[in-house]
């Protein structure tokens, strides 16, 4: 915070991947513990700290490292296109963006690590 006042704030990074398989979670789902959530739906968890986006199409798996808990939301990467048949929605992929609350003053800083790593699904 440069400022000479309290920075009082919502803090979120949005990381968007393309993901085949939309709400099939035979397919493709984002894991939180040992829930499974679509890909083809919005929504929030309170206290993440590690979760992973699974493709079984695909077999692999990414795992998400937040250094500090935070709010995580989550929705999916479908633009409305134009085909023949008129106005569609099309998945692509899905959104996750983990949020923080944050209160600085003035001159303090805050900083935290998100960790990113990709796997086949048959390893840790």
Not at 53 to 80: D, H, M, V
Request: some cysteine; charged content about 20%; proline content about 4%.
């Amino acid at each position: 915070n440069n400022s000479a006042d309290l920075l009082e704030t919502r803090f979120g990074v949005e990381m968007a991947f393309g993901f085949d398989g939309g709400d099939n979670l035979e397919y493709c789902y984002l894991k939180h513990y040992d829930q499974r959530l679509s890909l083809g739906q919005s929504g929030e968890f309170g206290n993440a700290t590690e979760y992973h986006a699974i493709s079984k199409i695909r077999n692999f798996k990414i795992t998400f490292a937040l250094s500090e808990p935070a709010t995580l939301w989550r929705f999916p990467l479908a633009p409305i296109t134009l085909s023949d048949g008129g106005f569609e929605r099309v998945h692509q992929g899905v959104v996750t963006m983990p949020l923080w609350n944050l209160a600085l003053n003035a001159g303090e800083s805050w900083e935290f690590d998100v960790k990113l790593s990709i796997k086949p699904l048959n390893q840790s």
